[in-house]
C-alpha cells in the first residue's frame, strides 16, 4: 500500500519522476520487497506484530485492494488532502501511534533498497523519504484532528440468519456513534477474528436508542463475514470504527430518486430510505432489489411493508439465476433500464463491484449525468 500511495503522487514534478524511476527497479519484486518490509519491522519492532493480523496471507492479499484504491484516490488532487487525513483518522484503529511512521518510513526504504541493486541512487532514498514525509504528516494531522475516539465497542443484542449466507444483526454501541444514513463503518470481531477489519453499512438511519442494524453476506472463503454470519452471537462484543462514505441523501434535492440494490447491498438504500421517511412528501423512490435467487431477496418482506405504507415509495424485484421467481428476471441494472427513462433522478447504487459497474454503465448509456450518481461497490 505504502508504495503504491508513493509513486502515484501526481504534481510534484521531478520527486515524482524519481519515484516513479525507483519503483520500476523493484517492482517486479513486489511481494519480496513486502515480505521484507515487513520482517524488517517486525525483527527491529516486535511490539509491531500484534497490529496486524494473525494471517499475514490476508493482509498481503488486502494489501493489494488498498493500492488500487489509493492510486484512484490519489490521482484526483482535490480529494487527496482529504483522503489521506481520513486514512490517518482511520489508522487509530489499527492501533498506530505516530512514532510508528518513522519506522515504517524507514523500513519501507531499506526494503526497496534491498532490492532494486546497484542502480539504488542516494537521490532515490531522498525522494522516498520526502514523499513520506508529506504523506505520513497528512496522516498523523488527520489522526491529531479527530475528536472521536478510534473505536467503539458494541454488543449484539440480535442476530438472526435470514438465508444460507445472510444474516440480520443489531448492535447496541456502549457510547453514542454518530453517522449517517448511507454512510458505511467499519467492523472488528475480536472473538472471531481478531485484527481483521472490514467495511459494512448499517440499515438503519440513526436512532435515539443507538442500535445499528447489519446485512452480512458471507462471501466464499471470506474470514470476517463468513464468522458475522455464522458464529456471531448475541451478547458478544465487537469493535465499530470510522463512519466513512459520501452516499448521503442531499436534503434540498427536490427530485425523484431511484435506488437500485444487489444482496446485501440494500442496507445502505434501507438507511436512506427510513431517513426519507422521516421527512419526504413530494419525492417518488423508487426501488429496484436484485439478487441471485429469492432466498437472496432476505428483507423483501420488510421492503413490502413499508411500501404498503409510504404512497411515494414502490419496489421492484429481480432475480437472475431463479426462473420462476414471480417478480422481474435478469440482472438489476437491465431491469432498471427497462423502467426508464430516467434522466431527471437522483441515483444511489450499492451492490457487489459487478453489479455496479454494471448499473453505471446501463446509467451511461440511459444518459443518466454522472453527478446524480452516488454509488458504493463492496469491492474495493
Ligand atoms: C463501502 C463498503 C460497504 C460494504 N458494506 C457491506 C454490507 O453492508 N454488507 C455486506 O455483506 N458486505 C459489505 N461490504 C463488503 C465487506 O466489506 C467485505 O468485503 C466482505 O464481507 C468480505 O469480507 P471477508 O473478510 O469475509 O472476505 P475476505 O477474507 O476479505 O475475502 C475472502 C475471499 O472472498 C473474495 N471476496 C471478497 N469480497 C467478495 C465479494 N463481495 N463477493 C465475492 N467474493 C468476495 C475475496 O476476493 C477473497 O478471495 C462492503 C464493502 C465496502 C467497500
Ligand atoms: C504513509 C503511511 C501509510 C499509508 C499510506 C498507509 C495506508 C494503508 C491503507 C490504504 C490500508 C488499508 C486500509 C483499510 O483497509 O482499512 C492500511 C492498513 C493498515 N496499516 Fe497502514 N498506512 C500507512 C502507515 C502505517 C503505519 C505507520 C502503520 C503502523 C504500523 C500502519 C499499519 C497498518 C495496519 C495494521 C493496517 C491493517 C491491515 C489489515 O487490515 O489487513 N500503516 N494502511
Known sequence: MFLTVLTTLNGMGDLARLLKESWSLVEEHQDKVAGYFYARIFLSYPDLRDLFPVQMDVQRARLLGAIVQAVQTLEDPERFDEYLR?????????????????????????????FAGEEWGVEYDQAWADAYAVIASKMLAGAEADPNPPYWYGEVVAHERRSRDIAVFTVLPLQPLDYRAGQ?????????????????SPANAPRRDNTLEF????????????????????????????????????????????????????????????????????????????????????????LNRLAARYPWLSVVTACSEDPTFPGEQGDISDVVAKYGPWKEHDFFVSGSGRMVKAT?????????????IKYDSFSE
Open 86 to 114: 481520513a486514512l490517518g483518522r482511520d489508522h487509530r484503529k489499527f492501533h498506530v501511534e505516530p512514532e510508528h511512521y518513522e519506522v515504517v518510513g524507514g523500513a519501507l526504504i531499506e526494503s526497496m533498497r534491498a
Open 184 to 200: 458505511y463503518l467499519s467492523i472488528e470481531a475480536p472473538r472471531y477474528q481478531p485484527r481483521l477489519w472490514r467495511t459494512y
Open 215 to 302: 446485512h452480512v453476506r458471507a462471501v466464499g472463503a471470506g474470514w470476517v463475514s463468513s464468522a458475522l454470519v455464522r458464529r456471531l452471537q448475541v451478547g458478544d462484543m465487537i469493535k465499530l470504527a470510522a463512519p466513512m462514505g459520501s452516499m448521503t441523501l442531499d436534503r434540498r434535492s427536490t427530485r425523484d430518486a431511484v435506488f437500485v440494490a444487489g444482496g446485501t447491498g440494500l442496507a445502505p438504500i434501507k438507511s436512506l430510505l427510513e431517513e426519507l421517511t422521516r421527512y419526504n412528501r413530494t419525492r417518488w423512490v423508487h426501488v429496484f432489489f436484485g439478487a441471485r435467487n429469492r432466498e437472496d431477496l432476505y428483507d423483501l418482506a420488510d
Open 360 to 372: 453505471l454503465k446501463r446509467l451511461a448509456e440511459l444518459q443518466v449525468p454522472s453527478v446524480r
